[in-house]
T-cell receptor, first 114, second 115 residues
């Protein structure tokens, strides 16, 4: 089955710096890669996603890149703000089984210091 | 509206109690999910319903019993739980579970403590 690795497990940056979180996946059939942000005491919230027919996607300060050959994808946050502090999860899934199952990475705790 | 609601927010129960977790969405989604999340871990899939039918059971112990009374509601009935079942239980929904790249929307979760 699919296995998703995520690094780093913790990331501390100063406000205004950029943050990069990286994930690798094992199943070359995976074709959908969402990123979720989870704040303390809340459920995961989708912040951006990318499909396998696209190499990069950007939404304001957030961007995701996908390298299908290397089977890795990354989240880039620019101009970080204290409110970006949270746990970020990457995930991968494939839809060709008749059902879409998300497999999550282990999470990255991002701390943005003022 | 992309909201999934869950009740209660917190639940404390003894090992002999019977309780239920509830989830509701009004996005017209036909796939609904239960996940379990332990502290500092990612969510783990437990059950999936598609069109009110159980599609996936990830080998979950029978002390957890899901129910999907209609397309908007999802319940998780709990009975004879163990302390190790203490966790955040998350509900999610998506369009119908069969399309590539469906976004799953999560609720805020129910934090369960089993004493």
């Amino acid at each position: 089955g699919e296995n998703v690795e995520q690094h780093p497990s913790t990331l501390s940056v100063q406000e205004g710096d950029s943050a990069v979180i990286k994930c690798t996946y094992s199943d070359s059939a995976s074709n959908y890669f969402p990123w979720y942000k989870q704040e303390l005491g809340k459920g995961p919230q989708l912040i951006i996603d990318i499909r396998s027919n696209v190499g990069e996607k950007k939404d304001q300060r957030i961007a995701v890149t996908l390298n299908k050959t290397a089977k890795h994808f990354s989240l880039h946050i620019t101009e970080t703000q204290p409110e970006d502090s949270a746990v970020y999860f990457c995930a991968a899934s494939k839809g060709n089984t008749g059902f879409q199952k998300l497999v999550f990475g282990t999470g990255t705790r991002l701390l943005v210091s003022p | 509206d992309t909201e999934v609601t869950q009740t209660p927010k917190h639940l404390v129960m003894g090992m002999t109690n019977k309780k239920s977790l509830k989830c509701e969405q009004h996005m017209g989604h036909r796939a609904m999910y239960w996940y379990k999340q332990k502290a500092k871990k990612p969510p783990e899939l437990m059950f999936v319903y598609s069109y009110e039918k159980l599609s996936i059971n990830e080998s979950v112990p029978s002390r957890f019993s899901p129910e999907c009374p209609n397309s908007s509601l999802l319940n998780l009935h709990l009975h004879a739980l163990q302390p190790e079942d203490s966790a955040l239980y998350l509900c999610a929904s998506s369009q119908d579970g069969s399309s590539d790249g469906e976004t799953q929307y999560f609720g805020p979760g129910t934090r369960l403590l089993v004493l």
